[in-house]
């Protein structure tokens, strides 16, 4: 069972330009999250999704967007990248959206913009 | 709004030392709590969690109890190996599974 896998490994990207970030899992969870590492800020929410068709905004959501057309995947887009989105992002997902609920995390994405 | 506060670090131990991270929290509700451990170039991994207060999380030599009282959420183990090096996360969830990081802890452990 692979779990979350998250594509690409890393990436360098010029400003301005369109990055979409992918994500998959295979856990058949309803509930998929995209998170930013950032140092001495630990992680925060990007955006989430309690179940497909439906998406929401979470802690720092400028500049980027999601879809969640099906069960399994939920991208990431950056629609016109700036150098303060340099990060490692985290896709997570947990069966579904309840507090008891342990979120999963994918091996992430190093995001590097210029 | 929900917060995590957790000690800085790094933290520097020798093999076989008594381990304390802590951990506190502010929140609304009542939230679950967890540890993430996150090893050298990979993703997060729970440790640990509790969902209600006076609940103790166990896992691998590590454990945490849910003081609501004290709102904290201590990580401690025993006796620490040299691959107990990695960055701890506290984290709190609350309404709707949105987790609350705090800024996480690097541990080094030097045989």
């Known amino acids: 069972i692979a779990g979350i896998t998250q594509a690409p490994t890393s990436q360098i990207l010029a400003a301005g330009r369109r990055m979409t970030l992918r994500c998959t899992q295979d856990?058949?969870?309803?509930?998929m999250y995209w998170y930013r590492q950032d140092l001495g800020l630990g992680l925060r929410l990007i955006h989430y999704?309690?179940?497909?068709?439906?998406?929401g905004k979470g802690e720092v959501p400028d500049g980027y967007s999601v879809s969640r057309a099906n069960t399994d995947d939920f991208p990431l887009t950056l629609a016109s990248a700036v150098p303060s989105q340099t990060s490692v992002y985290f896709c997570?997902?947990?069966?579904?959206?309840?507090?008891?609920?342990?979120?999963?995390f994918g091996p992430g994405t190093r995001l590097t913009v210029l | 709004g929900n917060s995590v506060t957790q000690m800085e670090g790094p933290v520097t131990l020798s093999e076989e030392a008594f381990l304390t991270i802590n951990c506190t929290y502010t929140a609304t509700g009542y939230p679950s709590l967890f540890w993430y451990v996150q090893y050298p170039g990979e993703g997060l991994q729970l440790l640990l969690k509790?969902?209600?207060?006076?609940d103790k999380g166990s896992n691998k030599g590590f454990e945490a109890t849910y003081r609501k009282e004290t709102t904290s959420f201590h990580l401690e183990k025993g006796s620490v190996q040299v691959s107990d090096s990695a960055v701890y996360f506290c984290a709190l969830s609350s309404y709707g599974n949105k987790l609350v990081f705090g800024a996480g802890t690097i541990l080094r452990v030097k045989s």
């Open positions: 999704s309690n179940t497909a068709g439906t998406t």
């Open positions: 856990m058949r969870h309803n509930a």
């Open positions: 509790a969902t209600k207060a006076d």
């Open positions: 997570a997902s947990s069966d579904g959206p309840g507090v008891t609920d342990t979120q999963y």
